[in-house]
């Protein structure tokens, strides 16, 4: 079809495509901002809001997307609107307007904002708790990035992916297909406690996926990219030496190299078509971060958002395995005694890092569990006074000015274990295991306790050596069970980020990014099982 | 906010192409309003209402393509548009893969609209979820749920002399009923083009049923059971074979649908004989848009005809390179089943798992088309014809290839929605035999 940027579905609501050139003109000046939220506060107060906050965003996406020599699709799209969130009659109204300029605009906002709130008012028992916050006046934060690949030609972009895609066919891939993706948020967030935040956020994920096949048997296998989706902008795709992992494969950290891992990938996923495939038991299984985030995602940071153990999210996403009483209890065992998980927004390089969260929250770093203990869990000013708490942990979010903030998932990690470890003395130790690199399929309950998660590649290892590659690897385990077999953890050499670009939830559905970083942590007797199948 | 009308949408058409001065130019146009309500613990929690409308405008100059989008319709804003699709066609790279726009077509009818849905207010929302509300308050049962509904349009132009319009109605409804200990679990979705048919009150008493009934699950082992698989569980599989369809990735050895030797499996015979998976816009039960996005007409079009793949889906460029005809990707899917009730097929079932949603469902291996997942708000153990008790869920890995390979017994088709990709669907309950349960979970 032609219209190109309808394709993402991802792309926020009001998206409109335009020419790259205008992705570098500046957005309304900062004391523009400040008067247009004040129209929009005041005129909330008029009404009779006890709280309003108003977000003015600017989005501008950039996708390049390549298959083999062509590019497929260029899509540059910029979104520009208001959205103001009110508390009247203690109840949450909220209204969002495209391209509002004048205060009128946001008058209008803001009192649509009230009359929602109190009409819902009507339908409400309890009233919303909302923690104070104190107000930080005029503020801003930046993404430190060095090189803004906005600023980067179009064609370099381009050319980078395509000279990728022919590095990939020259050493064995059938078909490669890739992409580029590019996210600026410039959002301004103004409340009535007194906030007004200027903020610059920067993302960017290289990808691929390169797949060969054999025609004599019909199979084929791919592999996909070791990049983790950044924090950053073009300066990721300049990698230093010192951002490379050597090992079995080349993994990376705060720089990517495409082209050396394009070209792994294409052997790679030749090796994948005669590879072994795997005997279903139980292994001990050595996980790089690049497959870890992933399964921290899954298992620790959803679980552990207060929205869903309160049932908030009952009807889509699901609820939560870490009820209120396993915290309260102080002795519940997440994970075994080397287990550390901690959320922090203010993580470098992170996909949610910022410096103030979309209720005017400074962000923090704090833990979640604790030498393997439960103490504590991610929520927003509504939520704290719930787990007695009097100020929130900064964890709001919204997709775009047009959709409303809620809780989402802060940056959680996976601590570096606090005696000295490499990858290589780690594996040393075990007799029968499967090293993992890189994340695959994964699926788990609406609860998260059951679990299962593939990878890119797959290698035994056996009486401490790795002996070659595995095929058909998947492994289906509890998310107790599997924090509570972890028997070792490396230490902070090899602490990596992995994350998720478009991690998805609520209803209407909105997109949020997040990075989940670890070192190399092995975990003992885990279910794995042999995913091929005779059709 | 009213959509355009077919004359309206034809207008503002016939204007845009008026500014173009490129070789080729082509229009879609898309214009709608959503509405939703959402609540959990009984109370809503947020309601919201957006209202969509944009122009995209593709120009070539030679192979040479560019697309622009923009959200505003005055003269000014619509030049503007052309122009700049015109300047992002000049600065492209050539794309060998542009065919060129089609010419006029001819379209089937089909009725999406309805004036029902199209005026649905936030009243009759409230209204809606109200009756849900009081239903599981009364009964000392925890709900939440969400509707959603939308009404627009969306028409095509080009300066070949292509018009197509079509417009439609849907609304989604889904709850989740959950008992206030969390032991027991209860899931409904219905979906209608006409707001009328949505009875939010015997929808809910669905799920309550579901919750209650599903408490004090007890544990089965994993294994390889018969299943019935209500409609809502059975779409998420099914749709994955509909994602599957596209003859290119099938013609370049990387899909299930690929075969040794470089060849596809088209003409093969896939599955048991009694499956036949068809698209029809026309369908009163679950109409569609009678074109695709690139303009083509959708037929009736047998994708699965008695086990045998029938059709593959074909972008124009790969036709035209492969000498086939260009089937568009179907834009509904439709699979026949039997007369059989629910209630019949699970009479006639002496040892098997009645399966009511699935939940999670990701690609395990795409060259078997396996998929994992696990079951969610209400799975039953039946015994001698008879629900004996509810079970705690399973992880299942299976192929709906190899699912379909086993396939007992087919009841009545519904319209379901999916709950992975939230589309409407007629599927109908199906037994199948061997169904793969690889894990227990503990989650409700």
Redesign the interface.
């Known amino acids: 079809?032609?219209?190109?940027?309808?394709l993402l579905p991802s792309l926020p609501?009001?998206s409109?495509?335009?020419?790259p050139e205008a992705l570098l003109e500046p957005g309304l000046d900062v004391s523009v901002k400040k008067r247009l939220a004040d129209a929009a506060l005041n005129a909330a107060k008029s009404k009779g809001a006890t709280y309003a906050d108003v977000r003015i965003g600017r989005y501008l996406n950039q996708f390049v997307i390549t298959r083999e020599d062509?590019?497929e699709n260029?899509i540059n799209t910029e979104s520009f609107g208001v959205g103001v969130r009110v508390i009247a009659d203690g109840c949450?109204g909220?209204a969002a307007i495209?391209d509002a300029r004048s205060e009128t605009d946001m008058a209008k906002a803001a009192e649509k904002a009230v009359s929602?709130a109190k009409?819902?008012a009507t339908?409400?028992?309890?009233p919303v708790q909302l923690a104070p916050q104190k107000g930080f006046g005029e503020v801003s934060w930046k993404a430190p990035i060095k090189t803004n690949a906005f600023e980067v030609p179009i064609k370099e972009k381009?050319d980078l992916l395509l000279t990728a895609n022919s590095a990939a066919l020259k050493n064995g891939a059938?078909?490669v297909n890739s992409q580029l993706f590019l996210v600026n948020e410039q959002k301004y967030f103004a409340s009535t406690d007194g906030t007004y935040a200027d903020q610059d956020i920067h993302r960017i994920w290289p990808t691929f996926t390169v797949?060969a096949?054999d025609?004599?048997?019909?199979?084929?296998e791919?592999r996909q990219a070791l990049s983790a989706p950044m924090g950053m902008s073009y300066d990721y795709l300049q990698a230093n030496p010192t951002d490379k992992i050597t090992g079995i494969t080349t993994r990376y950290n705060m720089g990517y190299d495409i082209l050396e891992d394009i070209t792994a990938a294409a052997k790679q996923a030749k090796q994948k078509l005669s590879a072994k495939s795997v005997e279903a038991g139980k292994y001990d299984l050595v996980l790089d971060p690049s497959h870890t985030w992933l399964t921290i995602h899954e298992s620790v940071g959803h679980p552990l958002e207060l929205d869903r153990v309160?049932?908030?999210?009952?009807?889509?996403a699901?609820?939560s395995?870490a009820?209120l009483d396993k915290w309260e209890s102080k002795n519940f065992q997440y994970g075994s005694k080397l287990v550390n998980f901690f959320a922090d927004k203010t993580q470098p390089n992170s996909l949610g890092a910022v410096g103030w969260d979309d209720e005017g929250v400074e962000t923090q770093r704090w833990d979640l569990v604790k030498d393997g203990i439960l103490v504590n869990y991610q929520a927003i000013r509504d939520q704290v006074h719930i787990i007695g708490e009097t100020h929130s942990q900064g964890c709001c979010y919204a997709d775009s000015w047009?959709s409303?903030q809620f809780q989402r998932m802060a940056n959680v990690s996976l601590a570096a274990g606090k005696t000295p470890l490499s990858v290589a003395e780690m594996i040393k130790d075990v007799e029968k295991g499967v090293y993992i690199i890189g994340d695959g399929?994964?699926?788990?309950?609406?609860?998260?306790?059951?679990f299962?998660f593939?990878g890119q590649l797959f290698y035994e290892i056996k009486n401490g050596q790795i002996v070659g590659m595995l095929k058909?690897v998947?492994y289906?385990s509890?998310t107790r069970e599997f924090w509570n077999s972890c028997v070792a953890v490396c230490d902070q050499r090899d602490f990596r980020l992995g994350g998720a670009f478009f991690d998805g939830k609520g209803?209407?559905m909105q997109s949020n990014a997040v990075s989940h970083g670890s070192t190399t942590a092995r975990f003992k007797g885990v279910?794995v099982?042999n995913?091929?199948?005779?059709? | 906010m009213t959509i355009l009308t077919e004359a309206e949408a034809k207008a503002l058409l016939t204007k845009v192409l008026s500014y173009s001065k490129a070789d080729e130019c082509e229009v879609n146009l898309l214009s709608e309003e959503r509405g939703n309500l959402r609540y959990a613990r009984n109370e809503v929690s947020t309601s919201g209402s957006v209202t969509n409308r944009n122009l995209a405008v593709q120009s070539a100059f030679g192979k040479r393509v560019g697309v622009a989008t923009i959200d505003e319709f005055d003269d000014a804003s619509l030049e503007k548009v052309v122009r700049r699709s015109e300047e992002l066609a000049r600065l492209a790279p050539e794309n060998p893969e542009y065919v060129g726009v089609l010419g006029p077509q001819q379209y089937l009818k089909a009725n999406g609209f309805f004036d029902s849905t199209a005026s649905i207010s936030s009243a009759d929302r409230a209204a809606a979820a109200g009756k849900s509300l009081t239903l599981t308050r009364d009964a000392n049962l925890v709900g939440a749920g969400f509707l959603e509904d939308s009404y627009g349009m969306r028409a095509m132009m080009n300066s070949k002399g292509l018009f197509a319009y079509y417009p439609s109605t849907n609304v989604n409804f889904s709850l989740t009923v959950r008992t206030p200990d969390g032991r027991g679990s209860g899931y409904v979705t219905r979906g209608y083009s006409d707001f009328t048919k949505l009875d939010t009150s015997s929808a809910t008493r669905i799920a309550m049923q579901k919750a209650q009934a599903s408490a004090d699950a007890r544990a089965l082992e994993p294994g390889k059971y018969t299943v019935i698989l209500e409609p809502t569980a059975g779409a998420v599989l099914i749709e994955n074979i509909y994602a599957d369809l596209d003859a290119r990735s099938a013609d370049e050895g990387r899909s299930y649908f690929s075969k040794a030797g470089g060849k596809s499996r088209l003409g093969d015979k896939i599955v048991d004989d009694r499956v036949t998976i068809y698209s029809d816009p026309t369908n009163p039960e679950l109409p569609a848009s009678p074109w695709s996005g690139d303009g083509r007409p959708q037929e009736k079009t047998m994708w699965i005809e008695k086990g045998v793949v029938k059709n593959l889906a074909y972008s124009r460029y790969w036709a035209q390179k492969t000498g086939r005809k260009a089937t568009p990707y179907p834009g509904n899917l439709i699979m026949l089943g039997g007369n059989s009730s629910l209630e019949d097929m699970i009479r006639t079932t002496p040892r098997g798992i009645l399966v009511t949603k699935l939940w999670y469902i990701r690609p395990v291996d795409p060259q078997t088309m396996l998929y994992t997942g696990l079951t969610r708000d209400g799975t039953f153990y039946i015994e001698n014809g008879r629900i004996k008790f509810p079970i705690k869920n399973f992880r299942f890995n299976e192929s709906p290839i190899i699912m379909l390979n086993n396939l007992d017994a087919l009841g009545k088709p519904e319209r379901t929605v999916s709950t992975e990709s939230f589309s409407n669907h007629l599927i109908p309950p199906m037994k199948i035999r061997e169904f793969t349960f690889t894990s227990l979970s503990d989650a409700v």
Do not use: C, H
Not at chain 1, 1 to 6: E, I
Not at chain 1, 531 to 535: L, M, S, W
């Open positions: 079809m032609g219209a190109g940027s309808l609501a009001f409109r495509t335009v020419a062509k590019v260029l949450w909220f495209v929602i009409a819902n339908l409400m028992k309890t381009a059938n078909f797949t096949i025609p004599k048997t019909g199979k084929f791919t309160l049932g908030y999210e009952a009807n889509f699901g609820t395995f009820t047009s409303v399929s994964f699926s788990i309950d609406q609860q998260r306790y059951n299962q593939g058909d998947a289906q509890n209803q209407p279910n099982i995913t091929a199948r005779k059709i």
